[in-house]
């Protein structure tokens, strides 16, 4: 499986595992699914439903088709229903969180990517025969491409990940804090999402690794960037930051 390495905010490499051809396409047969037993329902409800008075009515239920991947992206964390049962997801070139606009853009470059349109336009003669070449676009560039990525991909910054086999990626920057916990270090508010997830992933690096030299470097590059003088282990110095950052920022 390819890996990529990406350059974190505490100028760190964490490697990630690119999502292979075959599990973006068993992700994307899944939602197929997905929009076709939504398509079938829908057209059983709507059954004998008059169009010329209720037009409106076929136009909502066509909506969640056509944005069922934004939404799912933006609402499931970089996932659809079938990169979340394919165990992958979503995230940018630098290893962040995609931003509304770079899900925006893989969404509408989804009419390059799978531009299934082409063959109604070529059926009416509106597109020559030999534009039918251009469905395969898509495809052609997941394959092509070193980190797999379709052309919406590549326009948005982002590649999909396989988390599955990547024990370095978290899905949120929060832990639990103790009822009557007291933090120390206020510096950490410098500190972004970003930094703090790819902080996270550390420490969880470091406890299932053992790689207690990662953590002193890291601690010691924070406690430079920031300015914080503390005498607690490396580790515990990290975890500490990681709480700090949670109570800061619901208070």
């Not at 394959?143 to 599955?164: E, F, H, N």
């Not at 508010?189 to 990662?214: A, C, E, P, R």
Request: aromatic residues 12%; charged residues 20%.
């Amino acid at each position: 499986m390819a890996l990529v390495k990406l350059d974190t905010g505490f100028n760190i490499e964490v490697e990630f595992a690119i999502t292979p051809f075959h599990k973006r396409f068993f992700a994307w047969i899944i939602d197929c699914v997905v929009l076709l037993a939504y398509s079938l329902l829908m057209g059983k409800l709507l059954n004998g439903v008059d169009t010329s008075e209720n037009l409106w009515v076929y136009v909502l239920a066509g909506l969640p088709p056509l944005f069922y991947h934004l939404i799912c992206e933006l609402t499931l964390n970089g996932q659809s229903i079938g990169k979340k049962a394919m165990a992958i997801k979503v995230i940018t070139q630098d290893g962040g969180q995609p931003s509304l606009s770079q899900y925006l853009i893989r969404w509408v470059f989804r009419l390059a990517d799978f531009p299934i349109w082409v063959l109604p336009a070529i059926a009416y003669g509106a597109l020559p025969w030999w534009c039918a070449i251009f469905l395969f676009g898509g495809i052609a560039s997941v394959i092509s491409t070193p980190y797999t990525q379709r052309i919406g991909d590549l326009v948005a910054g982002t590649i999909i990940i396989d988390t599955k086999t990547h024990t370095s990626w978290e899905d949120t920057v929060f832990t639990e804090l103790e009822t009557n916990y007291q933090p120390r270090f206020p510096q950490v508010m410098q500190l972004t999402d970003k930094d703090i997830n790819t902080l996270k992933s550390i420490i969880s690096t470091v406890q299932k690794k053992g790689d207690y030299d990662l953590s002193m470097r890291i601690g010691e590059r924070i406690k430079s960037k920031l300015q914080i003088e503390s005498d607690q282990d490396s580790l515990d110095f990290l975890e500490t930051l990681l709480k700090d950052y949670n109570y800061y920022s619901t208070q």
